[in-house]
C-alpha cells in the first residue's frame, strides 16, 4: 500500500537553531500534503496545506515565517522550524493525499522535536 | 477550527467486551466521517470511514453508525482485543480535504 515517509522521526537540537523535517510519498505522487502539530495528550492541529510547485497555506494563527514549507516536488514536501524554542518541541506529523482521494490520504510516523 | 467533539476522553474496556466511541460535530457541510487509530509516538491510521448517504459500515470488528440528525456518528469495536488500545480520534471533512481532528479517546483494554 501507499507509504508517507517521514525524517527524522526524533531530533534534539539547541534554542535558536533550526530543524528540518522531510515527508516523502514513497509510491505514489501526491500533489498535496499537509502538516500537523501534535503536544503530548492532545489532538492534531493541521499547520499548513501544501501544494506541489506553490507557497503553502497556513492556518490562522501559524506563523509563515516561524514554520517554513516547501513542496518542490510531487513526493517531497520539507518543514524548517526556524530559530527553535523550547515551546516549538511538539510532535509534527505530515500527510499525504493520492489523487485527491480522502480514503487515501496517509500520515507518516512523525517526528519528535525536542528543543533544549 | 470548526469543533469536533469526542466522548468519552478515556476509556478502559476488557478483552472481549465493546468499545463505544461517540462524535458530535456542528458543520452540516461535512460529507466524510473516519475514524483513525493512533499508537503511541506514529502517527494516525485510517481505520474506517462512511459517507452520509449511509447510516452504518461494517468492517471486520470495527463499526461506524451515523446519524445525520444528530449530527453523530460513533465508532464500535467489537470483541475488543488488547492490541486495541490507542487513541482514536474523528476527523469529519469536506471535500476541501481539510480534516478536523477530534479531541481523541484513549483506549485501554485489559487482558
Known amino acids: 500500500g501507499a507509504v508517507v515517509s517521514q525524517h527524522p522521526s526524533r531530533v534534539i537540537c539547541k534554542s535558536g537553531t533550526s530543524v528540518k523535517i522531510e515527508c516523502r510519498s514513497l509510491d505514489f505522487q501526491a500533489t498535496t500534503m499537509f502538516w500537523y502539530r501534535q503536544f503530548p495528550k492532545q489532538s492534531l492541529m493541521l499547520m499548513a496545506t501544501s501544494n506541489e510547485g506553490s507557497k503553502a497555506t497556513y492556518e490562522q494563527g501559524v506563523e509563515k515565517d516561524k514554520f517554513l514549507i516547501n513542496h518542490a516536488s510531487l513526493t517531497l514536501s520539507t518543514l524548517t522550524v526556524t530559530s527553535a524554542h523550547p515551546e516549538d518541541s511538539s510532535f509534527y506529523i505530515c500527510?499525504?493525499?493520492?489523487?485527491?482521494?480522502?480514503?487515501?490520504?496517509?500520515f507518516g510516523s512523525g517526528t519528535q522535536l525536542s528543543v533544549l | 477550527q470548526q469543533q469536533v467533539k469526542q466522548s468519552p476522553q478515556s476509556l478502559i474496556v476488557q478483552k472481549g467486551g465493546i468499545s463505544i466511541i461517540n462524535c458530535a460535530y456542528e458543520n452540516t457541510a461535512f460529507d466524510y466521517f473516519p475514524w483513525y487509530q493512533q499508537f503511541p509516538g506514529k502517527g494516525p491510521a485510517l481505520l474506517i470511514a462512511i459517507r452520509p448517504d449511509v447510516s452504518e459500515k461494517k468492517e471486520g470488528r470495527f463499526t461506524i453508525s451515523f446519524n445525520k440528525s444528530a449530527k453523530q456518528f460513533s465508532l464500535h469495536i467489537m470483541d475488543s482485543q488488547p492490541g486495541d488500545s490507542a487513541t482514536y480520534f474523528c476527523a469529519p471533512t469536506t471535500g476541501f480535504q481539510k480534516l478536523v481532528f477530534g479531541t481523541g479517546t484513549r483506549l485501554l483494554v485489559s487482558p
Open positions: 500527510s499525504a493525499i493520492l489523487q485527491g482521494r480522502l480514503e487515501k490520504l496517509f
